[in-house]
C-alpha cells in the first residue's frame, strides 16, 4: 500500500511538468463508494479541462446517477500542492490505493463556478460552511447534493497551509465514513475554487498596464526589450507603483525605471503578526548599491495599515538604513502630503502620491542629510487580512481627508444657500396686511390727517 501511494505520488509529479498551456488550474478528483472502474472515464495524464466540460463528463454523472453526491471544495488548491502537501493527505492517499478514482490535474476556470454548475443540475443542494463540517450529519430525506466548504488556507503560512490541508483531509475522511455507515452507493468529488496563489505566482508573471488592467504572460513567452516592473508580488503583499523615488538634499533618483538590474521581491508574514514586502534593486543602480525598500502592515480589528518603510543600502560608497514612521501628517482637512496607508479589511489602498519624510529634532545637525521618499501612484492589497485575493487589486480606499476640498466646497455652498432662504423665509413671515378694511355697507372711512 505504502508503494501505491509513493508511486502516485512520482506520478504526479512526472506528469504536473507537463502543465504548461493552463497556469491558473485546479485539480478535480471524483471517485464512488461502489466499484466503478468499469465506467471511469479516460483521462490522460497531464490533461488539461475546462471547467464546463470536466463537470458535464465526470461531475455531472455523479449528480444525476448517484442517490447521494458530497463535493468538497477548497478555496484555492493546484496540482503541485498534492505532491508539496502529501504528508497532509493521509485519508486522500488511502482512497487512492483502495478506490477506483479520476484525477483531472488542470481544470481551468471559466465564467460559472462549480456552485452554479451544481445548483442548476441539482434541484436540491444542501450548503455546509467550513464552521459548520463537524457538526454536520446525515438525515433522512436531505439533498441529493451536498456542498461542503472546506476550511481556507487562503492568506495562510507554509505550515499554516500544512496544518489546513490535513485538518480538511480528516473531516472528509469523517464525513465520508459517517455517510458509508447509512448510504451503500454515493460519489464523492474534490476541487477547489481558485488554484494556489504561489503556484499561480510561480507560473505566471502578471503585469498591469497604466490603467491598472492586468495582462498576463507566461513565463515561457519570448521577452522582447527591456521591462519595467511596476507590480511586486510575494503571495502576502500586492503593491502597484509607477515611481518610486528617493530624494537627499534635493537631489531625486527614480528607481522606476527599465534599466537592469532587475527587482527582486521578498518578505511575506502571517495572519496573527501582519505582513511585509520587500523590494530590492539589486547590484549598482546609479550611485545606490542593492538598494531595498522594506514595507511592513499591521493588522487591527477592522482594519490593515503599514507600521513603517524602511530604505537602505549603499549610497556614494557609504551603507546607510532609514525608518520612515507611516502616518505623521494627520489632519482632518485634506493635505498636501500623505504619508499614511491605511485601509479597511477586504480592500485595497491607493494614493496618487504618498510623502514619508524623516521627523527632525532639535538637537539636529545643520549638515545632517535630509532624505524624502516618494511613492507615486500606488495600489497596495494585503493578503494578511484573511481576503487571500492576489490576482486582482480590491475596490481601492483612496488616501483622502475626511474633509476634502469638494466637502467644504459644498458646505460653503449650501450655507449660503440656507442662509438666503433663512431670510427670504422670515421676510415672507414679517409681511403684514392692513387691520381695517371699508365697509361698502357702512360709513367709509376716513383718516383725520394729523396737525403739525
Not at 505532491?83 to 471559466?110: C, M
Not at 549603499?314 to 532609514?322: A, K, Y
Not at 498636501?336 to 524623516?358: E, Q, W, Y
Request: glycine share 6%; hydrophobic share 35%; net charge negative.
Amino acid at each position: 500500500m505504502a508503494n501505491l501511494g509513493q508511486g502516485f505520488v512520482l506520478l504526479l509529479s512526472v506528469c504536473f511538468h507537463f502543465i504548461q498551456s493552463s497556469p491558473l488550474s485546479v485539480p478535480l478528483i471524483t471517485w464512488s463508494s461502489i466499484d466503478t472502474k468499469g465506467d471511469l472515464p479516460s483521462v490522460t495524464a497531464g490533461q488539461t479541462m475546462k471547467l464546463s466540460t470536466a463537470f458535464k463528463t465526470l461531475v455531472e454523472p455523479l449528480i444525476k446517477n448517484k442517490p447521494l453526491s458530497l463535493v468538497f471544495l477548497q478555496d484555492e488548491l493546484s496540482a503541485d500542492d498534492l505532491t508539496k502537501y502529501a504528508s497532509s493527505y493521509p485519508h486522500l492517499q488511502r482512497i487512492f490505493q483502495t478506490k477506483p478514482y479520476t484525477l483531472v490535474p488542470s481544470v481551468t476556470k471559466e465564467k460559472s463556478s462549480i456552485d452554479k454548475l451544481i445548483s442548476n443540475t441539482a434541484s436540491e443542494v444542501e450548503y455546509v460552511d467550513s464552521g459548520s463540517l463537524s457538526d454536520w450529519k446525515r438525515k433522512d430525506g436531505d439533498a441529493k447534493v451536498v456542498v461542503f466548504h472546506l476550511e481556507p488556507v487562503s492568506g495562510s503560512t507554509n505550515e499554516g497551509k500544512r496544518a489546513i490541508l490535513k485538518s480538511n483531509d480528516l473531516a472528509m475522511h469523517r464525513i465520508v465514513k459517517a455517510v458509508g455507515e447509512k448510504e451503500k452507493d454515493f460519489g464523492v468529488v474534490y476541487t477547489a475554487e481558485d488554484a494556489s496563489q504561489l503556484i499561480a505566482n510561480i507560473l505566471l508573471e502578471e503585469n498591469v498596464n497604466d490603467d491598472n488592467g492586468m495582462v498576463s504572460r507566461h513565463l515561457l513567452q519570448a521577452n522582447t526589450g527591456n521591462h519595467t516592473q511596476r507590480l511586486f508580488n510575494n503571495s502576502c503583499v500586492m503593491v502597484h507603483v509607477n515611481s518610486i523615488q528617493h530624494v537627499i538634499n534635493g537631489t531625486t533618483t527614480e528607481f522606476i525605471t527599465s534599466a537592469l538590474p532587475a527587482w527582486k521581491t521578498g518578505g511575506c508574514g502571517s495572519n496573527n503578526l501582519g505582513c511585509s514586502i520587500s523590494m530590492e534593486r539589486p547590484g549598482v543602480f546609479g550611485n545606490y548599491t542593492n538598494a531595498t525598500l522594506l514595507i511592513e502592515f499591521k493588522n487591527k480589528t477592522a482594519n490593515w495599515y503599514c507600521s513603517s518603510l524602511h530604505f537602505s543600502g549603499v549610497h556614494g560608497g557609504v551603507s546607510f538604513t532609514e525608518t520612515y514612521p507611516c502616518g505623521v501628517t494627520e489632519s482632518v482637512i485634506e493635505s498636501p502630503v500623505n504619508d499614511r496607508i491605511d485601509a479597511p479589511m477586504g480592500m485595497s489602498f491607493a494614493c496618487h502620491k504618498l510623502t514619508f519624510t524623516i521627523p527632525t529634532t532639535k538637537n539636529e545637525s545643520k549638515d545632517k542629510q535630509h532624505t524624502t521618499l516618494i511613492l507615486n501612484d500606488i495600489q497596495i492589497q494585503t493578503a494578511c487580512d484573511g481576503s487571500g485575493v492576489m490576482r486582482s487589486f480590491n475596490s481601492a480606499y483612496h488616501c483622502v481627508g475626511f474633509f476634502t476640498i469638494e466637502i467644504w466646497t459644498g458646505i460653503f455652498v449650501t450655507l449660503v444657500l440656507m442662509f438666503g432662504l433663512y431670510v427670504g423665509i422670515m421676510m415672507m413671515m414679517a409681511i403684514q396686511v392692513q387691520d381695517r378694511l371699508d365697509d361698502p355697507k357702512g360709513k367709509t372711512i376716513s383718516m383725520t390727517p394729523a396737525s403739525e
